[in-house]
């Protein structure tokens, strides 16, 4: 008779997913979640300083991070094509904002104390230097990652892009016994015996191997995740900054920025927290390292009010909302 394997392993995102009950308890904890945050925040926008309401602004968006992640709860597999219209609209409109309001306030500032075509030139001239210093620090990055990818091949996805080259759901061939073992190869090599001619048994070898591709694929899945989290922490520095600075010069300039920062990081954070929860089995640690990923937004507000603050002059503010902005425009870009 014909010898019939096992059912081979089933693909991560062919898992079963998780009742009704959780996924309402899910949905209810972040509508709840969101619901008190906003009245947070409009309380301490309507009370506070400016500088409160920046800070307030950048945490908000920080923490929409933790909402993408928190999704882990209630989906079995990531969109992609959800993902990347999501991460385009945002991207959009952050550009928008950038071009359209952070870099004509930046040259307001400076033209206070220069004269108009001087005042021009150097709010271009900070643009392009935030963006030229973006661009360093993303090749330091690649360069970081590549040198992980060398010591490692094999570690994940085989590219150093880590928009292009990592992946977020595996397919059915990549996931098979870590993707490089065949199922007839762990069931004792009797994939070239068709006709079951030899005797149906099941090599003692295989459980061994199908541990050490198990433990392999774990070990793939959580380099993407550091991957992803580690570049998403890095951009999200220069987008807690200029929250900070156009929130600090006026907060109805910052909120749509902030809005418009919170719709680019919920994608972000689900993107963290799916191969972590893949790799470990666990939604809380996939949802709160997902949530710790936003928190170097407050961070980058804290740099900025070291240089925006009621002291700064008005040339300092002009070259941090022109930086800001050209960081801004090259996250979106790149």
Same mark, same amino acid.
């Given at each position: 008779?014909?010898?019939?394997?096992?059912?081979?392993?089933?693909?991560?995102?062919?898992?079963?997913? /998780?009742?009704?009950?959780?996924?309402?308890?899910?949905?209810?904890?972040?509508?709840?979640? !969101?619901?008190?945050?906003?009245?947070?925040?409009?309380?301490?926008? !309507?009370?506070?300083?400016?500088?409160?309401?920046?800070?307030?602004?950048?945490?908000?968006?920080?923490?929409?991070?933790?909402?993408?992640?928190?999704?882990?709860?209630?989906?079995?597999?990531?969109?992609?094509?959800?993902?990347?219209?999501?991460?385009?609209?945002?991207?959009?409109?952050?550009? =928008?904002?950038?071009?359209?309001?952070?870099?004509?306030?930046?040259?307001?500032?400076?033209?206070? #104390?220069?004269?108009?075509?001087?005042?021009?030139?150097?709010?271009?001239? +900070?643009?392009?230097?935030?963006?030229?210093?973006?661009?360093?620090?993303?090749?330091?990055?690649?360069?970081?990652?590549? +040198?992980? !990818?060398?010591?490692?091949?094999?570690? =994940?996805?085989?590219?150093? #892009?880590?928009?292009?080259?990592?992946?977020?759901?595996?397919?059915?061939?990549?996931?098979?016994?870590?993707?490089? $073992?065949?199922?007839?190869?762990?069931?004792?090599?009797?994939?070239? #015996?068709?006709?079951?001619?030899?005797?149906?048994?099941?090599?003692?070898?295989?459980?061994?191997?199908?541990? $050490?591709?198990?433990?392999?694929?774990?070990?793939?899945?959580?380099?993407?995740?550091?991957?992803?989290?580690?570049?998403?922490?890095?951009?999200?520095?220069?987008?807690?900054?200029?929250?900070?600075?156009?929130?600090?010069?006026?907060?109805?300039?910052?909120?749509?920025?902030?809005?418009?920062?919170? $719709?680019?990081?919920?994608?972000?954070?689900?993107?963290?927290?799916?191969?972590?929860?893949?790799?470990?089995?666990?939604?809380?640690?996939?949802?709160?390292?997902?949530?710790? /990923?936003?928190?170097?937004?407050?961070?980058?507000?804290?740099?900025?009010?070291?240089?925006?603050?009621?002291?700064? /002059?008005?040339?300092?503010?002009?070259?941090?909302?022109?930086?800001?902005?050209?960081?801004?425009? =090259?996250?979106? $870009?790149?």
């Amino acid at each position: 008779s014909y010898y019939v394997p096992k059912e081979r392993r089933r693909s991560f995102d062919a898992r079963r997913a /998780s009742g009704p009950p959780l996924i309402l308890a899910a949905y209810g904890c972040i509508v709840a979640g !969101a619901v008190l945050g906003l009245g947070w925040l409009m309380t301490t926008l !309507a009370s506070g300083s400016h500088r409160q309401a920046a800070f307030a602004m950048s945490l908000g968006a920080g923490m929409a991070t933790g909402l993408g992640a928190a999704f882990v709860l209630c989906t079995r597999s990531l969109d992609r094509k959800l993902l990347a219209c999501t991460l385009a609209f945002s991207a959009g409109v952050m550009i =928008y904002v950038s071009l359209v309001e952070v870099v004509l306030v930046s040259n307001e500032y400076f033209a206070k #104390d220069y004269r108009p075509p001087v005042a021009y030139a150097q709010a271009t001239a +900070s643009f392009f230097s935030g963006s030229v210093i973006m661009a360093v620090v993303d090749r330091i990055v690649h360069f970081a990652f590549d +040198s992980i !990818a060398r010591s490692h091949p094999g570690s =994940y996805g085989g590219g150093h #892009d880590h928009h292009k080259g990592v992946q977020l759901a595996p397919t059915e061939e990549e996931t098979r016994l870590g993707g490089s $073992i065949s199922d007839e190869e762990a069931m004792g090599g009797l994939g070239n #015996d068709p006709y079951g001619t030899h005797a149906p048994y099941e090599d003692e070898s295989a459980p061994s191997i199908r541990a $050490i591709a198990q433990t392999r694929e774990k070990s793939r899945l959580l380099m993407m995740a550091a991957v992803v989290s580690a570049a998403i922490v890095l951009h999200n520095i220069p987008e807690g900054m200029a929250t900070y600075v156009a929130s600090f010069h006026s907060v109805s300039a910052g909120a749509p920025l902030a809005i418009a920062i919170a $719709i680019h990081n919920i994608p972000e954070g689900l993107a963290v927290a799916m191969p972590i929860y893949y790799a470990t089995g666990s939604r809380v640690r996939a949802i709160t390292l997902g949530t710790l /990923s936003g928190m170097s937004e407050p961070f980058g507000a804290l740099l900025a009010s070291l240089v925006a603050n009621e002291q700064s /002059s008005s040339a300092a503010f002009g070259g941090m909302f022109g930086l800001t902005g050209g960081m801004m425009a =090259y996250v979106c $870009i790149a």
